[in-house]
């Protein structure tokens, strides 16, 4: 199997390969800036050929809902439940302790493994649920290097990083195939955008990895926090929307919306564990410090904060007064967290954004990648020596792992592309363009064809062709003489049958109704089945059709070719 490296370049490697076709201006929220995003012309609209009917051509409809995969439905039901507990230096065996009684699972610490980072029974553990699904706090003793793994009536606790802990889970990606999704593409995307805890092992040449498709089963082995992500993703990919977030707490909702809300604040000399107290009192979330992060800087709880501020969104608030300190913010395991530049970079969460509404081909998906590595803070992707990546489960269905304030970024570069798309006239190429002239041949008998030259005119859009009447119209018809062709008679002998081609030179759409009228004078109204839209005969010199309908401009064998 190819390793990941070597696989990226199907999707990933853009910045190459992907020809500018088009550039749409893109004005941004704040109405100052503006981008480019180079976008093939395929991009948002349907690709159509000389025979697609344009103006019927239906755009897709993307919802416009940002949505999000709970953690909690992802998890067993023992674990989800609410609970109300608060734990100041308690040890790890009380915690297991009071796990046991709430959830009513066996809970056993795996001594071996967490002596091995550094952690054992009496280890101290300060945490607080507030009427929170339980494995919010077993997620949060990963920052003591704490993992679990629930097996049957048995919860255990170990150290992370222990490989006896993995699990092999089956998925059933069945419906995904029948969706057109590809087997390689999913193990690429789940490979790209999955962090595995204990990292992944790509398939060797006998087969063996991490990860590996059987027909439409994924057998997957990881631990249970990956096991998760997976679900989550695979789940964001059978239904996606504008954005949907992959393995993200509902608790997070309520802070996103309490980020929006209105603030004020003044602080004189407060000290710094105060204020952020102060804040998430304010505004009624779970905001904590990140004390192993902030270790390695200057600030600490006691550092005196000077800060004032009006009415400003939640958000802005808390930009500017932690942007002083070199500063930013996160959303994990249902918490705020007020943490260091550098580990808000990075903590990515993938997101699955459905685009099938702007890049229906896989030339409009590379396009659409390379213009977001170009736009979204170019610096912070895997091609880049960051950490972010962009990869397509299938065209149109895009998968993004990023820091969540860039998958803002890229939603909000994706919908002011649909609005610039949506005001934009669409330019129809002349290979569509239902009023652009060409010129056919209509090779048909001699007799038939000197009728038509004659009647065609007279019946079929009379207004269109030119004549002393009408010397500006567009349509011409012209009778030439063509090479006879052989035909056998009942006795066994061949007589020479004259031939003629008609040249016409028309708009395109009346093309359309010449060839409908020649196939109702052959046929009547019984059009033998599958005649409908191509004419008899098309392409073929001689028998029933010859060289019959060809596009003198583009050289193509439209509908509508010769047809006696």
Same mark, same amino acid.
Request: with cysteine.
């Given at each position: 199997?190819?390793?990941?490296?070597?696989?990226?370049?199907?999707?990933?490697?853009?910045?190459?390969?992907?020809?500018?076709? !088009?550039?749409?201006?893109?004005?941004?929220?704040?109405?100052?800036?503006?981008?480019?995003?180079?976008?093939?012309?395929?991009?948002?609209?349907?690709?159509?050929?000389?025979?697609?009917?344009?103006?019927?051509?239906?755009?897709?409809?993307?919802?416009? @809902?940002?949505?999000?995969?709970?953690?909690? $439905?992802?998890?067993?039901?023992?674990? *989800? #439940?609410?609970? %109300?507990?608060?734990?100041?230096?308690?040890?790890?065996?009380?915690?297991? *302790?009071?796990?046991?009684?709430?959830?009513?699972?066996?809970?056993?610490?795996?001594?071996?493994?967490?002596? #091995?980072?550094?952690?054992? %029974?009496?280890?101290?553990?300060?945490?607080?649920?507030?009427?929170?699904?339980?494995?919010? !706090?077993?997620?949060?003793?990963? @920052?003591?290097?704490?993992?679990?793994?629930? #097996?049957?009536?048995?919860?255990?606790?170990?150290?992370?990083?222990d490989a006896s802990m993995l699990?092999?889970?089956?998925?059933?990606?069945?419906?995904?195939?029948?969706?057109?999704?590809?087997?390689?593409?999913?193990?690429?995307?789940?490979?790209?955008?999955?962090?595995?805890?204990?990292?992944? $092992?790509?398939?060797?040449?006998?087969? %063996?990895?991490?990860?590996?498709?059987?027909?439409?089963? !994924?057998?997957?082995?990881?631990? %249970?926090?990956?096991?998760?992500?997976?679900?989550?993703?695979?789940?964001?990919? *059978?239904?996606?929307?504008?954005?949907?977030?992959?393995?993200?707490?509902? #608790?997070?909702?309520?802070?996103?919306?309490?980020?929006?809300?209105?603030?004020?604040? *003044?602080?004189?000399?407060?000290?710094?564990?105060?204020v952020v107290a102060e804040l998430a009192d304010k505004a009624g979330v779970d905001m904590r410090l990140d004390a192993a992060a902030l270790s390695s800087t200057k600030v600490n709880e006691r550092t005196p904060v000077t800060f004032e501020l009006k009415e400003q969104r939640l958000q802005t608030t808390l930009d500017l007064l932690l942007g002083q300190f070199g500063l930013s913010w996160i959303l994990r395991d249902g918490v705020l967290w007020v943490t260091t530049r550098e580990a808000a970079d990075r903590f990515l969460q993938t997101a699955v954004f459905d685009v099938r509404d702007i890049c229906p081909n896989l030339p409009a998906s590379e396009a659409l990648s390379e213009a977001l590595l170009q736009q979204v803070d170019t610096g912070n992707w895997g091609d880049q020596d960051g950490a972010g990546q962009i990869v397509f489960a299938k065209p149109g269905v895009m998968v993004v792992r990023q820091s969540e304030r860039r998958l803002d970024a890229v939603e909000e570069l994706l919908g002011n592309y649909r609005v610039a798309l949506k005001n934009s006239k669409r330019r129809i190429s002349e290979d569509e363009d239902p009023e652009f002239v060409v010129t056919r041949y209509y090779r048909m008998p001699a007799e038939v064809a000197a009728e038509m030259e004659r009647v065609l005119p007279e019946l079929v859009a009379s207004e269109s062709w030119k004549s002393s009447v009408r010397p500006e119209a567009a349509g011409t018809i012209r009778q030439v003489h063509s090479w006879p062709e052989v035909s056998e008679t009942t006795k066994g002998g061949a007589v020479l049958m004259p031939q003629a081609t008609l040249i016409i030179s028309q708009k395109r759409k009346h093309h359309d109704e010449v060839r409908k009228f020649l196939d109702n004078i052959k046929y009547g109204n019984s059009l033998p089945s599958g005649f409908g839209g191509a004419g008899m005969g098309g392409a073929g010199v001689g028998g029933a059709g010859g060289v019959g309908g060809m596009d003198e401009k583009s050289g193509k064998m439209p509908s509508g070719g010769g047809i006696f």
């Open positions: 199997m190819c390793s990941k490296e070597c696989k990226r370049g199907k999707w990933l490697n853009v910045l190459t390969h992907s020809p500018r076709q !088009l550039t749409v201006i893109v004005w941004l929220a704040c109405g100052l800036v503006w981008s480019e995003l180079s976008i093939p012309q395929s991009c948002g609209q349907e690709s159509a050929g000389a025979d697609t009917d344009v103006a019927n051509s239906a755009p897709f409809v993307v919802s416009d @809902q940002s949505l999000s995969i709970d953690s909690a $439905t992802l998890v067993s039901p023992k674990l *989800r #439940e609410l609970a %109300e507990t608060s734990f100041t230096e308690a040890s790890l065996s009380e915690v297991a *302790r009071w796990l046991q009684s709430q959830t009513g699972l066996n809970v056993a610490l795996d001594q071996l493994s967490l002596a #091995e980072v550094g952690v054992d %029974e009496n280890s101290p553990v300060s945490d607080t649920l507030r009427k929170q699904p339980i494995y919010l !706090l077993l997620d949060r003793l990963a @920052q003591q290097k704490i993992g679990w793994r629930l #097996e049957g009536s048995v919860l255990r606790l170990y150290g992370l990083g699990r092999n889970v089956q998925y059933n990606a069945g419906d995904l195939l029948d969706q057109k999704f590809e087997a390689d593409d999913l193990e690429e995307v789940i490979l790209s955008v999955v962090e595995a805890g204990s990292g992944w $092992t790509a398939r060797d040449d006998q087969g %063996e990895g991490d990860l590996i498709f059987l027909g439409d089963v !994924l057998f997957i082995r990881q631990d %249970e926090r990956t096991h998760r992500r997976i679900a989550g993703l695979l789940a964001a990919l *059978r239904g996606p929307a504008r954005r949907v977030l992959v393995d993200d707490p509902a #608790e997070h909702a309520a802070i996103r919306a309490a980020l929006g809300g209105q603030i004020s604040v *003044r602080f004189k000399a407060k000290p710094f564990g105060a």
